[in-house]
């Protein structure tokens, strides 16, 4: 069974601190690594996308990685924001899936002053 | 990239009645798709709409109890029939322009409450 697991479930960090959110995935064949950000009572919105030849990805404060071996990825969040409080989930793109994703069950992430 | 509105965006809606959600999205895209998202799980792929045939199903989702239209290459709707309380949940609607990297886009979804 083709699976994305995420930890922590969820995570609590003070502004202005980095933390990092860690993914691991058994999909097979792999195609592709998202990272998205779930704003509460929103739909996802694309952080990053990775194919299996890429190490990092940047988008502003957002660094994610990728280790296509171990089959491991990682976003980094840098000098967090109250406005970074939010669920982060983990997307696996499977070669030849037509577009199919599969989700982890996310990181709650919760910034406070 | 791709706005997608969803409507209605919450129902609360009585056991055994069924709920029409329209996807539309602001320009032609290749895929569409409906995901359920039940409380704090993460998103679940009930369907792939496809432009002018029968929606593709994944595992566990049948046309009866959750009919998906498709006219054109910007507007979906899911329908979900004989609502019980267990349908409770989000359904988000999504979209793409095709290749496999390409992002998908996200609807805000919608909230619906079985009673």
């Known amino acids: 069974k083709n699976q994305v697991e995420q930890s922590p479930q969820s995570l609590i960090i003070l502004e202005g601190k980095n933390c990092t959110l860690q993914c691991n995935y058994t999909v097979s064949p792999f195609s592709n690594l998202r990272w998205y950000k779930q704003d509460t009572g929103r739909g996802p919105v694309s952080l990053t996308i990775m194919t299996f030849s890429e190490n990092t990805k940047s988008n502003g404060r957002y660094t994610a990685t990728l280790d296509a071996d171990t089959k491991q990825s990682s976003l980094h969040i840098t000098a967090s924001q109250l406005s970074d409080s939010a669920s982060y989930i983990c997307?696996?793109?499977?070669?030849?899936?037509?577009?199919?994703?599969?989700f982890g069950t996310g990181t709650q992430l919760k910034v406070e002053l | 990239s791709a706005v997608i509105s969803q409507k209605p965006s919450r129902d609360i809606c009585q056991r055994g009645t069924s709920l029409t959600i329209q996807c539309q999205v602001d320009s032609q895209v290749t895929m569409m798709f409906w995901y359920r998202q039940q409380p704090g799980q993460s998103l679940t792929l009930i369907a792939t709409a496809n432009q002018g045939s029968e929606a593709t199903y994944e595992s566990g989702f049948v046309i009866d109890k959750f009919p998906i239209s498709r006219p054109n290459l910007t507007f979906s709707t899911l329908t979900v029939s004989n609502m019980s309380p267990e349908d409770s949940s989000i359904y988000l609607c999504?979209?793409?322009?095709?290749?496999?990297?390409?992002?998908?886009?996200f609807g805000p979804g919608t909230r619906l409450t079985v009673l």
């Open positions: 997307v696996v793109s499977l070669t030849g899936g037509g577009n199919k994703l599969t």
């Open positions: 999504s979209a793409t322009r095709g290749a496999a990297y390409n992002e998908q886009f």
